[in-house]
Each structure stands twice: as C-alpha cells, then as structure tokens.
C-alpha cells in the first residue's frame, strides 16, 4: 500500500474522532466537559482532518 494512502487513511480515522468528540462535546454526552463553543475547535479540525484524508486517498494513483 503506498504511504501516501496509508497516511489519507490515517487523517481520515483521525477527522471522524475529531467529529465524534466535537459532537459529543455539543451535546453534553460523555462527561467531556466542553461548552458549545469550546466543542466546536474538534469538530471543525475533524471536519479539516477528513476532507484532508478523503482527497488525499481519492487523488493518490496506484502502481504496481
């Protein structure tokens, strides 16, 4: 596997985190402690993270 991929798939599990932990810290789930403010720094460097992820394995070719 090229480690440019592997590295996209990286970003991209690392981006759904961030999601996941943004949106838990909105919703007060989960004993975080996050206000609604503070709750959306993950979720948007999440959001970065798995946009930057999902176009980096899209636009890597493959070579055998």
Same mark, same amino acid.
């Given at each position: ?7 996209? /798939? ?24 996050? /206000?609604?403010?503070? /709750? ?25």
């Amino acid at each position: 596997m090229n480690q440019k991929r592997t590295f996209g /798939s990286i970003l991209t599990v690392l981006g759904i985190i961030g999601i996941i932990l943004g949106a838990l810290g909105f919703l007060g789930i989960g004993g975080l402690g996050l /206000s609604k403010m503070n /709750s959306l720094v993950p979720f948007v460097v999440g959001l970065i993270f798995f946009f930057a992820g999902i176009n980096l394995v899209r636009t890597t070719g493959d070579r055998a």
